[in-house]
Structures are given as structure tokens and as C-alpha cells.
């Protein structure tokens, strides 16, 4: 009777011993969880911060143009059209390994894209469109 006792015994503390085991398992699979959320959510706020950092660069320096009139309508489209074709062209030219010059382009000479006779003044769109153009040249240029 002792041995089956002291077996019963054996066999009780090992099926203690292993559900301790299992324990801190289930607590680390649950920590790896938690980390792959945190890992998510910083690369998401990477994400984010990269985004915001397009937009500003996209409109910097494009608050200031009090004097030179026209409607928001005809300012965004034609600054978007030229930012557009502007680093378009630039990350070309980086490319090609041509100089840094958007003046030579003929978008920019030209500076009509996306003009709508709807918006305006043709040649306040050009204006817009060209300072629009020479902001994403240059950060085409500049690889982004």
C-alpha cells in the first residue's frame, strides 16, 4: 500500500510540476501577443508620422500668397498639379543623373496641367502651378 502511495504521491507532484510548466508558457505566449500589438502599433505610428511628413513638405511654403489673389479653388489645383509634375520630373532627372534645373522642363514652362478656364486667371494658375512645380521637383530631387 506504501508504494502505490508514494506512487500516487510521485504521480501528483509531476502533474503539479507540469501544470506550472504550462503556466508561465501561457503567460509568455500571451507576452508575445502584447508585444506583436505594441510592435503594430509603432510601425502604424511610423506610418503616420512618414504621412505627415509628405503633407507638410507637399505644402510648405504655400500659406503665403495673400497677394496674389485668385480662389482656393484655382490656389490648390494648380499648386497640387504642379507639385505633382514637379516630383514627378525630379525624381526623373535624379534617375538619369541630369542636373537639378525645373526651369528647363516644359510642364513647368507651360505650367497649364490640370487648368480649367472655369478656375480663373491663366496666368495666376501658371504662377501657383510653378511654385507648386519647384516644391516637388525639389523633393523628387531629394528622393521622396
Request: hydrophobic letters at 25%; aromatic letters at 10%; glycine letters at 12%.
Amino acid at each position: 500500500m506504501k508504494s502505490t502511495c508514494k506512487g500516487l504521491a510521485k504521480g501528483a507532484s509531476m502533474l503539479a510540476l507540469g501544470l506550472l510548466m504550462l503556466v508561465p508558457v501561457a503567460g509568455v505566449s500571451a507576452q508575445t501577443g502584447h508585444d506583436d500589438h505594441r510592435r503594430d502599433r509603432r510601425q502604424e505610428r511610423r506610418e503616420e508620422r512618414r504621412e505627415e511628413r509628405r503633407e507638410e513638405r507637399r505644402g510648405r511654403d504655400w500659406g503665403d500668397y495673400n497677394g496674389w489673389g485668385g480662389s482656393q479653388q484655382l490656389r490648390q489645383t494648380a499648386l497640387n498639379a504642379g507639385y505633382n509634375n514637379g516630383i514627378k520630373e525630379g525624381r526623373r532627372d535624379r534617375q538619369h543623373n541630369d542636373r537639378f534645373d525645373y526651369t528647363d522642363e516644359s510642364a513647368y514652362r507651360k505650367a497649364t496641367a490640370d487648368y480649367s478656364s472655369r478656375l480663373g486667371d491663366k496666368s495666376l494658375y501658371q504662377r501657383f502651378f510653378r511654385q507648386g512645380f519647384e516644391n516637388g521637383y525639389r523633393d523628387g530631387w531629394n528622393g521622396y
